[in-house]
């Protein structure tokens, strides 16, 4: 998962971004927003501006924080899942989770930012991560919705970061989107086997598709005319496609998705426009994504308790392996 929506101020007060402080510098940006013009990569030993740095320092560590946190809902399933093969499946995709967050702070990495400082901004609070996050896994069918729902709005967020300006996070992006194609497709799959199923497994998936519609049209954002950092992401080539017409493209294509399933979605102002060629749909509740983002979700503090207990947990692992490569470094001496 889980990205866009994760572009949003940090907590506290953020350095005003500057701009170039000399000539020198002036003639370097206007090479670089050529570059960028021309579709061209930055990669990481290139002259960047430092906004677009910050910028991608916190796009790109948000993303990581939200695939690291996204493992605890559903990771609460894994010994709860109803067959081997289900648990077989969830078990590798919240491993797949892991795997992004690894790639995407090493991609963070490369803009000059240490991993234990993304880790402690985590932890303290300052940084974000994606608010889908922070709803309660209530029962089985939520695992289903979340990889139909969460991760489809997830792969619309995605698919244009792997044309985003800067290579490692765009390379990082190709990966994880074919990834994220398959927690899609599991996730329909297990709810269309729940379909098929007793009257109690069908309202199970009613009532996860009802809590979960609504803040999953949250992930693609605020609406563009409220979005802080657009402009200046879509000026360097970071942001492709604008928060509204993403959550636009997933309406359109989840609806049909519904009707295949068997499912209603929980907006009575949901309707086909005709003349637009799109499904129109109710006005999203900010006032419960903004209070969710501000830390007052309903699992805000469990999620976070739950990430440093598992930092501290795995203190001994990281002391190991540096005692480890320290142990071989001096062996690497002596041989020498
Ligand atoms: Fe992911
Ligand atoms: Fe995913």
């Known amino acids: 998962m889980y990205t866009q929506a994760i572009d949003i101020p940090q907590g506290g007060k953020e350095e005003a971004p500057r701009g170039p402080r000399s000539l020198q510098d002036g003639e370097y940006e206007a090479e670089f927003d050529a570059r960028v013009a021309r579709g061209e990569f930055v990669e990481p030993k290139d002259w960047m501006p430092e906004a677009y740095r910050k910028t991608l320092v916190?796009?790109?560590?948000?993303?990581?924080?939200?695939?690291?946190?996204?493992?605890?809902?559903?990771?609460?399933?894994?010994?709860?899942?109803?067959?081997?093969?289900?648990?077989?499946?969830?078990?590798?995709?919240?491993?797949?989770?892991?795997?992004?967050?690894?790639?995407?702070?090493?991609?963070?990495?490369?803009?000059?930012?240490?991993?234990?400082?993304?880790?402690?901004?985590?932890h303290s609070g300052k940084a974000k991560y994606s608010s889908i996050f922070n709803y309660p896994t209530l029962s089985w069918a939520d695992i289903g919705v979340i990889g139909w729902l969460v991760d489809g709005a997830a792969i619309m967020n995605q698919i244009p970061l792997c044309r985003c300006s800067y290579g490692p996070y765009a390379r990082a992006m190709i990966r994880i989107c074919k990834e994220e194609s398959f927690h899609q497709r599991q996730g329909y799959d297990l709810l269309l086997t729940m379909m098929k199923g007793t009257v109690e497994q069908r309202e199970l998936v009613q009532d996860a598709v009802n809590r979960w519609w609504w803040p999953a049209l949250m992930m693609f954002g605020p609406h563009d005319s409220a979005s802080t950092h657009s402009g200046d992401s879509s000026k360097w080539g970071i942001k492709r496609i604008s928060n509204d017409d993403l959550r636009q493209k997933f309406v359109d294509a989840t609806v049909p998705q519904a009707k295949v399933l068997g499912v209603t979605l929980p907006d009575p102002m949901l309707s086909w426009n005709e003349a637009r060629g799109h499904w129109d749909f109710g006005p999203i509740d900010w006032q419960e994504f903004w209070n969710v983002v501000a830390g007052h979700g309903q699992c805000n503090r469990d999620r976070l308790a739950d990430r440093v207990q598992a930092w501290e947990d795995g203190a001994w692992v990281r002391e190991a392996a540096l005692a480890h490569a320290q142990k071989q470094r001096h062996r690497d001496r002596l041989a020498a």
């Open 58 to 122: 916190r796009q790109i560590s948000q993303h990581a924080h939200s695939e690291i946190v996204g493992m605890l809902p559903e990771g609460n399933w894994i010994t709860r899942a109803p067959s081997l093969k289900r648990k077989a499946i969830l078990l590798a995709k919240v491993q797949d989770e892991g795997g992004h967050g690894m790639y995407l702070y090493a991609a963070a990495e490369t803009l000059g930012v240490s991993r234990d400082e993304l880790i402690e901004a985590l």
